[in-house]
């Protein structure tokens, strides 16, 4: 699950981390008595307006402003508030900003020049280890940097029979180039930041800029935390941290009735049981021509219910030319989903693109019988290749 910018930031600080403070406003007039409340709490002169989306790459999409005094907060807000932000992470669409976190300014003058790095905490599922990764080049382009030169990143796997050591904080504070005071503040940063990825069962922590002010003290300017679904069920404090409306709003419908979907752009929609089978739906549907339009799990106890909330839920996307349904009849009896397809179809009615039903298990022949004596436009197969062979025919018309 994805959090916003201001709420990564209150996890952080209940740990201790350092953060760059703000205040979230929805409007413009908020975010003006919010940068008051910032300068009189904080001192700061300027007033950072950054939109609250979840997406990265703001700053370019002109979702950050710097207001340099009290009387900009407010216009800036406005071209913020509204905006429909569109970048390669947002894709064409965008996201709509409805908030926005009135931020101190951190970058505040001093003996020496402040730097910017790049900090980031997740699974590497090729070791099954948690890695710290470390670039010495902070800010906006950090993905041209990852991908021009992968060299410059410095990775910091974790043990996860022992955790993360003293040692290899230091180690990592030590490769940024820091001493002294800045040194022992990075080993604190890092050794919290670990702690507060595995207490929340965190999936992602990204923190960019990572920033060394010029009087040595180390600050989370931007957090990207992202929340293991599979791990909700510990953390009840953080449902109320879901945004639906950052969310595609096919995948929020599917969640709702307990589906596993996905949105893609091909032209093929896909509704299975089992993650596995999903994939390799996914594979036979592209090598007989076509394109997955989405993944759509509905779990080992697909009955008429759920087969007709995925139906309506694929249908829904205009790009869908034909529908393969792929069910192995283990849990659950093939002949019970064959009913529900023919009762859902009934129900939603009016349903222009051909259904290719593929069920394979208890009762197979029982099921293929009930969708060919339905009379409705649904073509059964019992093996995947007829099922792949009948995609590629009804494309082809």
């Known amino acids: ?91 064409p669409e965008g996201k709509m900003v409805s908030k926005v976190l009135v931020a101190q300014d951190v970058y505040y003058p001093g003996a020496t020049e402040p730097k910017e790095y790049y900090l980031s905490i997740l699974l590497d599922r090729s070791k099954s280890r948690n890695v710290i990764i470390l670039s010495l080049e902070g800010g906006m382009d950090i993905e041209e940097v990852a991908h021009k030169h992968p060299e410059r990143l410095i990775k910091e796997w974790i043990d996860p029979k022992v955790g993360l050591q003293g040692f290899q904080a230091r180690k990592i504070a030590f490769k940024m180039g820091l001493e002294g005071d800045a040194f022992k503040e990075m080993v604190k940063f890092i050794t919290a930041l670990y702690k507060a990825y595995e207490d929340i069962d965190a999936s992602l922590f990204e923190i960019n800029p990572l920033l060394k002010t010029s009087d040595n003290k180390i600050v989370a300017v931007d957090a990207k935390v992202n929340l293991d679904d599979n791990a909700l069920y510990r953390h009840k404090e953080f449902e109320p941290l879901r945004d639906k409306t950052q969310e595609a709003a096919l995948e929020v419908e599917a969640s709702e009735a307990n589906l596993n979907y996905v949105k893609l752009d091909g032209n093929v929609g896909c509704m299975v049981n089992g993650a596995g089978l999903a994939m390799a739906t996914m594979d036979i549907i592209k090598l007989s021509g076509g394109e997955p339009a989405n993944f759509l799990d509905v779990g080992g106890g697909a009955n008429a219910q759920t087969v007709e909330a995925g139906f309506r839920i694929i249908l829904k996307d205009p790009n869908v030319k034909a529908i393969l349904i792929n069910i192995f009849g283990g849990i659950v009896r093939c002949d019970r989903v064959a009913n529900g397809v023919v009762e859902a179809y009934k129900k939603i009615g009016d349903i222009r693109v051909p259904i290719i039903v593929r069920l394979q298990g208890t009762n197979a022949e029982e099921a293929a019988k009930i969708i060919n004596e339905s009379g409705l436009k649904v073509f059964p197969a019992i093996l995947l290749k007829d099922a792949a062979a009948k995609v590629k025919e009804v494309l082809a018309k």
């Open 1 to 91: 699950m994805n959090i916003h910018e201001y709420q990564g930031k209150e996890i952080l600080k209940k740990y201790g981390i350092r953060i760059q403070e703000g205040i979230v406003a929805e409007t413009a007039e908020a975010a003006f008595e919010a940068a008051k409340k910032l300068n009189a709490d904080t001192g700061t002169q300027w007033y950072v307006i950054k939109a609250q989306v979840h997406a990265g790459g703001r700053g370019k999409a002109g979702g950050i402003k710097l207001a340099k005094n009290l009387d900009q907060v407010k216009d800036l807000a406005k071209q913020v508030i509204g905006m429909k932000l569109v970048n390669n992470q947002t894709g």
